[in-house]
C-alpha cells in the first residue's frame, strides 16, 4: 500500500523503466518502421515509385562504384553516429534521474530520526 502512495505522490519514479522501453522503440523500432514507411509509399503511390525506380538506374549508370560505396559507408557512419547519440541522450536522462533518487535520499532525515531514537 505504501509503494502504491509513494507512486501516487511522485516519491518513486517510472522514468527509468519507461526510457528504457523508449530507447529500444527508438533504437529499433524507428529504422524499422522508416524502412516500412518507404516501401508502402513505394506502393502506394506509382508515381513514388518510378521515380524511385528511374533514379536507381541512372545512379547506377552515371555513377561510379567507388563512389556509391563511398555514400553507402557515409551513409553508415551517420546512422551509427545517431544510435551513439541516441543511446547518449537515455543514459544523460537516466543519470539525472539516478541523481534526484541520491538526493532525494540526502535530503530525507536519518532512520534513526524517523524511528524516535534520538
Known sequence: MQ?????LNFRIFISPYILLIC????AI????????FMLWIKRKFWAASKIYDKSKQLSKEYIP???RISFFILF???FISMEIVWRMMF??????????E???E????PSFVKNNRL
Open 3 to 7: 509503494t502504491l502512495i509513494d507512486f
Open 23 to 26: 530507447y529500444y522503440l527508438g
Open 29 to 36: 523500432g524507428l529504422p524499422i518502421m522508416g524502412w516500412l
Open 65 to 67: 562504384l567507388k563512389i
Open 76 to 78: 553508415l557512419f551517420f
Open 91 to 100: 543514459e544523460f536522462l537516466i543519470a539525472y534521474l539516478q541523481m534526484w
Open 102 to 104: 541520491a538526493l532525494m
Open 106 to 109: 540526502l535530503n530525507s532525515p
